[in-house]
T-cell receptor
């Protein structure tokens, strides 16, 4: 069974350019998360979707960041315009949420390594 | 105070040694706790959940101390393959019931031959 799929795996871009990261969650999972990981701040939750609906976007750094989930099998995280401080590893994770405080596992994709010059 | 705090390490231990990590959390109402493992340049993966009664999986033992608000991970008979960063994860209750977990910044373990 395929795990969480992310693309691209690596992205190098110049400041000011638009960056789009893509994620395909595990089939059947109803929760999707976007995280950002840096050495300084560790793993930070950016946004959480449940049943394709954004539930919590309080972690989105600023208006330059936006995320969509048009259907259960696809999500995008867009940065426009990108800045050097956006350089990080961006992970997408999915899980099956059962409607209560749970112990279900979050399954992470391999991540996208973003470098903004 | 951070929601979840871990000693970043690194913990350098010889093969066969026993090593323990602690992780403290600030929200006393937290209900779910996990340890994830992250290998270098890889994604985090669930190592084990932490239950109130504690749990053991082979060489790994996880414990929860609610009174002192910390969880621990004990690794016995360390193997070279245990070298990784171990992330403490806490799900605070009262967050609308969904899985807004908080990750610690991780403790790096290096097992030395």
């Amino acid at each position: 069974d395929a795990g969480v799929i992310q693309s691209p795996r690596h992205e190098v871009t110049e400041m000011g350019q638009e960056v789009t990261l893509r994620c395909k969650p595990i089939s059947g999972h109803n929760s999707l998360f976007w995280y950002r990981q840096t050495m300084m701040r560790g793993l930070e939750l950016l946004i959480y979707f449940n049943n394709n609906v954004p539930i919590d976007d309080s972690g989105m750094p600023e208006d330059r960041f936006s995320a969509k989930m048009p259907n259960a099998s696809f999500s995008t995280l867009k940065i426009q315009p990108s800045e050097p401080r956006d350089s990080a590893v961006y992970f997408c994770a999915s899980s099956l949420y059962g409607g209560r405080v749970i112990k279900e596992t979050q399954y992470f994709g391999p991540g996208t390594r973003l470098l903004v010059l | 105070r951070k929601e979840v705090e871990q000693d970043p390490g690194p913990f350098n231990v010889p093969e066969g040694a026993t090593v323990a990590f602690n992780c403290t959390y600030s929200n006393s109402a937290s209900q779910s706790f996990f340890w994830y493992r992250q290998d270098c340049r890889k994604e985090p993966k669930l190592l084990m959940s932490v239950y109130s009664s504690g749990n053991e999986d082979g060489r790994f033992t996880a414990q929860l101390n609610r009174a002192s608000q910390y969880i621990s991970l004990l690794i016995r008979d360390s193997k070279l393959s245990d070298s990784a960063t171990y992330l403490c994860v806490v799900n605070p209750s009262g967050s609308g019931g969904y899985q807004k977990v908080t990750f610690g910044t991780g403790t790096k373990l290096q097992v030395i031959p």
